[in-house]
């Protein structure tokens, strides 16, 4: 969308704070590092995220820098890669790991839910055919698991295998936790982490900002 030149209060955060759930305050002090990472041009390219310190150490990270540049988490209904991302774009994405607020309904925190979903899900189905395999769906959950700091990684695989065999054994029967399945729909993905307490585990520190972490 260009350099963002206005101030809080004024239409343009007005409009994007309506659009990804951010304060005017927060749009000013994201806009601040997006020119830092961007060099003061308009737009971020990979390279702009491949520079960053804080991102090389998770386990993640081609999956998050590849997320910014996806075009089904811009809220647009498209589908595709673009190569370089304006400050609305990346603004969207960054909502992604934006905390719910505390005064929403049911049905809102439901909905949150499911969007932050569809969102890891996204990460993972890369080719964008709406299923992701059983060992990325592994990754999905030993990554959540770990973010809470209670659980050893081996525990955490444990319980990422458990989830494994019981996706396998709505999709195809019997499955033995190392073998592929190239099946896992977003409905499967769903069901699976019900119990999975995402809201506050799928967060972001690379931007070293005061939104929470994906990178201990």
């Known amino acids: 969308m260009g350099a963002l030149q206005s101030f809080p209060g004024e239409p343009e955060y007005l409009d994007l704070a309506e659009k990804t759930g951010f304060s005017p305050e927060q749009i000013g002090i994201l806009h601040k590092r997006f020119k830092q990472l961007s060099h003061n041009e308009d737009t971020l390219s990979r390279d702009n995220f491949n520079a960053i310190p804080d991102l090389a150490c998770n386990p993640i990270r081609s999956e998050i820098i590849e997320a910014f540049f996806d075009k089904r988490n811009f809220h647009q209904n498209k589908v595709g890669m673009v190569e370089e991302i304006g400050f609305e774009e990346f603004l969207v994405v960054m909502s992604h790991f934006r905390p719910p607020s505390l005064n929403l309904t049911e049905e809102q925190k439901e909905s949150v839910r499911r969007e932050k979903l569809r969102f890891l899900f996204n990460m993972h189905d890369t080719n964008n055919d709406g299923t992701i395999t059983l060992e990325e769906y592994r990754h999905v959950v030993e990554e959540l698991l770990s973010r809470s700091g209670s659980l050893e990684k081996e525990t955490a695989k444990g ?13 195809m029967g019997h499955m033995e936790p190392d073998e592929f399945y190239e099946g896992i729909t977003f409905e499967h993905f769903l069901k699976i982490l019900k119990d999975i307490e995402i809201e506050t585990r799928m967060n972001i520190r690379f931007l070293n900002m005061d939104t929470p972490t994906l990178c201990k």
Not at 159 to 171: G, Y
């Open 159 to 171: 319980i990422a295998d458990a989830a494994m065999l019981e996706v396998a054994s709505i999709s």
